[in-house]
Structure formats: structure tokens, C-alpha cells
């Protein structure tokens, strides 16, 4: 007796791929958006809240930053062309190194003020300090980078974005987002510090006005 197996429709099967592709890509601008969000929170206790970054706090900025560059890789070369398996996997690993190296800074600063009565530094946000709450952010950031990096076979977006002008549009503005608060990072670091070699542990205002007597 001869089995007949009905033939599975391709136009189905490509939708259906073609959709997981995006949706993967969509994922990599929701990582740089979300990060960059995670800065903005970072950037109203700095501006709104008066209270001014350690050291240890613009390394982990730092590390965030770059976390996101890998995703960012992932976007900008799905403007151009295709991405290929190795630009997506290299892209989410490098989001993963620096998450975990984010997340060793973070740990160090968490056990510099973890014995009472250390009273931390700076302000709080539902009872734990900034630091806390970046290894929190660093540890749920390298676990999102490495399902994405898992599902590779099924989420790299391939040539997806050269057919979509939704993604071409998000690339412009999550990419615009990055770059401008890696910018206003560097600005603020540089006031900071001001004309110095080292920067001030416990800086009470920024030195390079400071200096100027203002």
C-alpha cells in the first residue's frame, strides 16, 4: 500500500521564515532600545536628581554601551545587505562578553558597600543602589543576548531588512539612539573628570567647571 503525503506549501513555509527573521531583528533593536533606556534611568538620577556617577558607575555605563554595540553591528549590516550566521552569532556573543564583564564590575561594587552599616553610595530606587540594580540589568541582559544567540537557525535576519521599510526606519532611529547617548556619556565623563588624570571616587560636582570656578 503506497502512502500519499500531501506536499507542504512553500509560499507557508517561506512566510513563516521569513516572519521568525524579522522578528529576530526586531529583537536586536528591542536589546539597543532597552539598554539605552536602562542609560536614561541612569541619566535622571545624574541630571534630575543632582547625584553625580563614581568611577565604577561610568565603567558599567561603559559596558552597557558596548553590550549593545553588538546588536547594533547586527542592525546597521542588515541596512546594507545580508547578515550572515556569522555576523548575527558574532554580534550576540559580543553582547553576552560584555554583559558578564558589566556584571563583574557591577558584583564589585556591590560587595565594596554589602557589609553594615556601608550605607552604599548614592541614592536608591526600591531600597537597592544603582549598582545592584546594573548586575541585575547585566545578568537579564546576557541571558536575553543568549537566547537570541541559541535561536540563531531561526531568528538571523538574513536579507529581511532590504525588503522591509519598517526595519530600514527602526535601524535609523535605534542606531540615532545609540550613538547619542554614547556621546552624551562622553561629555559627561569629560566634565566630570575635567582636565584630570584621575577622577575624583566620590566626585561632588564637575570637576571641569569646578576648576574654571563656577
Known amino acids: 500500500m503506497t502512502t500519499i503525503t500531501a506536499p507542504v506549501p512553500t509560499g507557508t513555509t517561506s512566510v513563516t521564515s521569513g516572519l521568525s527573521h524579522k522578528?529576530?531583528?526586531?529583537?536586536?533593536?528591542?536589546?539597543?532600545?532597552?539598554?539605552?533606556?536602562?542609560?536614561?534611568?541612569?541619566?535622571?538620577?545624574?541630571?534630575?536628581?543632582?547625584e553625580y556617577p563614581c568611577p565604577m558607575c561610568l565603567l558599567q555605563r561603559m559596558f552597557f554601551l558596548l553590550s549593545a554595540i553588538g546588536p547594533a553591528c547586527i542592525i546597521a549590516r542588515s541596512r546594507t545587505g545580508m547578515v550572515t550566521t556569522r555576523e548575527y552569532a558574532?554580534?550576540?556573543?559580543?553582547?553576552?562578553?560584555?554583559?558578564?564583564?558589566?556584571?563583574i564590575v557591577s558584583a564589585s561594587q556591590v560587595l565594596m558597600?554589602?557589609?553594615?552599616?556601608?550605607?552604599?553610595?548614592?541614592?536608591?530606587l526600591f531600597g537597592l543602589h544603582l549598582y545592584t540594580w546594573a548586575l541585575i540589568t547585566f545578568i537579564a541582559a546576557a541571558f536575553t543576548a543568549g537566547v537570541a544567540l541559541f535561536l540563531t537557525q531561526f531568528a538571523e535576519p538574513g536579507a529581511v531588512a532590504a525588503t522591509s521599510a519598517a526595519l530600514r526606519r527602526a535601524a535609523t532611529v535605534s542606531l540615532t539612539v545609540l550613538v547619542t547617548f554614547a556621546a552624551t556619556n562622553f561629555v559627561?565623563?569629560?566634565?566630570l573628570q575635567g582636565l584630570h588624570w584621575k577622577m575624583s571616587g566620590?566626585?561632588?560636582?564637575y570637576q571641569f567647571f569646578t576648576d574654571l570656578g563656577l
Open 23 to 50: 522578528l529576530g531583528l526586531w529583537f536586536a533593536h528591542a536589546y539597543v532600545i532597552g539598554i539605552c533606556g536602562t542609560l536614561a534611568g541612569a541619566y535622571t538620577f545624574q541630571f534630575a536628581l543632582g
Open 90 to 103: 558574532s554580534g550576540w556573543g559580543w553582547a553576552i562578553m560584555s554583559a558578564l564583564l558589566g556584571g
Open 113 to 124: 558597600h554589602i557589609v553594615p552599616p556601608d550605607p552604599g553610595y548614592a541614592g536608591a
Open 188 to 191: 559627561a565623563c569629560f566634565f
Open 202 to 205: 566620590d566626585p561632588t560636582s
